[in-house]
Nanobody, 127 residues
Framework: QVQMVESGGGLVQAGGSLRLSCAAS????????MAWFRQAPGKEREFVTT????????DYRDSVKGRFTISKDNAKNTVYLQMSNLKPEDTAIYYC????????????????????WGQGTQVTVSS
């Protein structure tokens, strides 16, 4: 079965950096778009960024543009999220996700477009 395991979260001061990783197994990783979502307490899960199966970045949410970078290493079956200049409002549980179908994701900002999820990793940014 498909497994996705995030790591790299933690507590960081505002302005700091973290690099999240998501290791996937049970699917042909090189054929799948991948995405990162996040969920803060009391809020809905929200789209952060997504990348194509081949490593082309599709989009970022506006609030993270210029600060976050998604990348994908198909040889390691891993997708990364480099986060810089972190702000307290970035505090959330971060999840990686993959869609049901290889080679395409429709409505990529919609969490319902993804069927495979990791367990999440907590990111806390202190002011």
């Amino acid at each position: 079965q498909v497994q996705m395991v995030e790591s790299g979260g933690g507590l960081v001061q505002a302005g700091g950096s973290l690099r999240l990783s998501c290791a996937a197994s049970g699917l042909t990783f090189s054929k799948y778009d991948m995405a990162w979502f996040r969920q803060a307490p009391g809020k809905e899960r929200e789209f952060v960024t997504t990348i194509t199966w081949g490593g082309r970045v599709i989009d970022y949410r506006d609030s993270v543009k210029g600060r976050f970078t998604i990348s994908k290493d198909n040889a390691k079956n891993t997708v990364y999220l480099q986060m810089s200049n972190l702000k307290p409002e970035d505090t959330a549980i971060y999840y990686c996700a993959a869609p049901r179908t290889a080679y395409s994701t429709t409505s990529y900002t919609n969490a319902n477009s993804y069927v495979y999820w990791g367990q999440g990793t907590q990111v806390t940014v202190s002011s």
